[in-house]
């Protein structure tokens, strides 16, 4: 059976502090390793981050020290994805394992596709509060993350198939069972998702409404579940990914709109998501991620999507003043 007790942590944004603290705090230091390459180490090696206020002790390695680990968690954002392929290269062995908590409907294949689908488990970090400026972070929310296998197929509506295993549905089995024990040993919120497609579209869906939203708007928590223009842009971003997931066999419930819309209301009001923070520190957002994809999957099924057209060109010409 096998044993996590080496885990590496790619990227050092709210997540993956939130993650790589909760890992420390539980096992101690060297239970857990943030991976950089060179650039990155440089600019981080010497920093004191904190989490809400209190000095985290953390273990930062170069990404040329080759060191294979049992768990690889990926916590970059989507533009950073391409380079943290190569920096994780280094750490991934026959017998690793790889979560991604990124946002979108996108990561694990292409994660996937680089080192094998059999190594992937499909992972949605959600229902936590975390922010980071600079090096300190904060959060009242650690959430759960939702776990489940990937359907392992040639169709394009799920998984494509593994590759580097013969047997990858015993594989996913036996990753499952491995990162269940040690969430349970460590004391991280998470749940087991049957239907994990269906969990990933519907996270997809609040991003792609409250991320946006708080970004273009420039809001918090707050003002976007509030009724008014604000609020009817959240809602309409998301009702257009419902009734794409419909278009694409996924089959979102109507009810989802609403059960989200009660998560965003229990956390810190005064908080805002990933995008948002983005724009404050003037950096390019996920936007292709967001409203990029609905896009292109509307015109591929032939529908308007009015409000993430919106949102998209909004958001286009923000960044443009950057």
Same mark, same amino acid.
């Given at each position: 059976?096998?044993?996590?007790?080496?885990?590496?942590?790619?990227?050092?944004?709210?997540?993956?502090?939130?993650?790589?603290?909760?890992?420390?705090?539980?096992?101690?230091?060297?239970?857990?390793?943030?991976?950089?390459?060179?650039?990155?180490?440089?600019?981080?090696?010497?920093?004191?981050?904190?989490?809400?206020?209190?000095?985290?002790?953390?273990?930062?390695?170069?990404? *040329?020290?080759?060191?294979?680990? =049992?768990?690889?968690?990926? #916590? /970059? @954002?989507?533009?950073?994805? &391409?380079?943290? $392929?190569?920096?994780?290269?280094?750490?991934?062995?026959?017998?690793?394992?790889?979560?991604?908590?990124?946002?979108?409907?996108?990561?694990?294949?292409?994660?996937?596709?680089?080192?094998?689908?059999?190594?992937?488990?499909?992972?949605?970090?959600?229902?936590?509060?975390?922010?980071?400026?600079?090096?300190?972070?904060?959060?009242?929310?650690?959430?759960?993350?939702?776990?489940?296998?990937?359907?392992?197929?040639?169709?394009?509506?799920?998984?494509?198939?593994?590759?580097?295993?013969? *047997?990858?549905?015993?594989?996913? =089995?036996?990753?499952?069972? #491995? /990162? @269940?024990?040690?969430?349970? &040993?460590?004391? $991280?919120?998470?749940?087991?998702?049957?239907?994990?497609?269906?969990?990933?579209?519907?996270?997809?869906?609040?991003?792609?409404?409250?991320?946006?939203?708080?970004?273009?708007?420039?809001?918090?928590?707050?003002?976007?579940?509030?009724?008014?223009?604000?609020?009817?842009?959240?809602?309409?971003?998301?009702?257009?990914?419902?009734?794409?997931?419909?278009?694409?066999?996924?089959?979102?419930?109507?009810?989802?709109?609403?059960?989200?819309?009660?998560?965003?209301?229990?956390?810190?009001?005064?908080?805002?998501?990933?995008?948002?923070?983005?724009?404050? #520190?003037?950096?390019?957002?996920?936007?292709?991620?967001?409203?990029?994809?609905?896009?292109?999957?509307?015109?591929?099924?032939?529908?308007?999507?009015?409000?993430?057209?919106?949102?998209?060109?909004?958001?286009?010409?923000?960044?443009?003043?950057?």
């Amino acid at each position: 059976m096998k044993q996590i007790n080496r885990t590496a942590i790619i990227g050092m944004g709210a997540l993956g502090l939130m993650y790589g603290e909760h890992i420390v705090t539980a096992l101690g230091k060297n239970a857990v390793a943030f991976i950089l390459d060179n650039d990155r180490f440089a600019k981080n090696q010497n920093k004191a981050f904190t989490c809400n206020g209190k000095k985290l002790n953390l273990q930062i390695k170069r990404s *040329s020290d080759k060191e294979i680990f =049992d768990l690889v968690i990926v #916590a /970059v @954002k989507y533009n950073s994805l &391409k380079s943290a $392929l190569a920096t994780m290269k280094n750490c991934i062995g026959p017998e690793t394992i790889i979560i991604s908590v990124m946002n979108g409907i996108s990561s694990e294949q292409i994660i996937g596709q680089q080192f094998g689908m059999d190594k992937m488990l499909i992972t949605i970090a959600q229902e936590m509060d975390a922010m980071r400026d600079d090096s300190d972070l904060v959060y009242t929310k650690k959430g759960v993350l939702v776990i489940g296998k990937p359907t392992f197929s040639d169709n394009s509506k799920t998984m494509p198939a593994a590759k580097l295993s013969t *047997s990858p549905a015993a594989t996913a =089995d036996e990753n499952l069972e #491995a /990162v @269940k024990n040690y969430f349970e &040993k460590i004391q $991280l919120p998470f749940r087991i998702e049957e239907n994990i497609m269906y969990r990933l579209w519907a996270k997809w869906m609040l991003n792609v409404g409250i991320n946006q939203t708080c970004a273009v708007f420039d809001t918090n928590y707050k003002t976007a579940t509030t009724p008014g223009k604000i609020m009817d842009t959240f809602v309409g971003a998301m009702k257009e990914v419902v009734e794409l997931s419909h278009l694409e066999g996924i089959n979102l419930a109507d009810s989802e709109v609403d059960n989200y819309i009660r998560i965003i209301k229990t956390l810190a009001p005064e908080g805002y998501p990933s995008m948002a923070q983005d724009r404050k #520190a003037k950096r390019y957002s996920e936007v292709e991620m967001f409203a990029g994809t609905v896009i292109e999957l509307a015109a591929k099924h032939g529908i308007d999507v009015p409000v993430n057209k919106f949102l998209y060109n909004e958001m286009k010409k923000i960044e443009s003043e950057y």
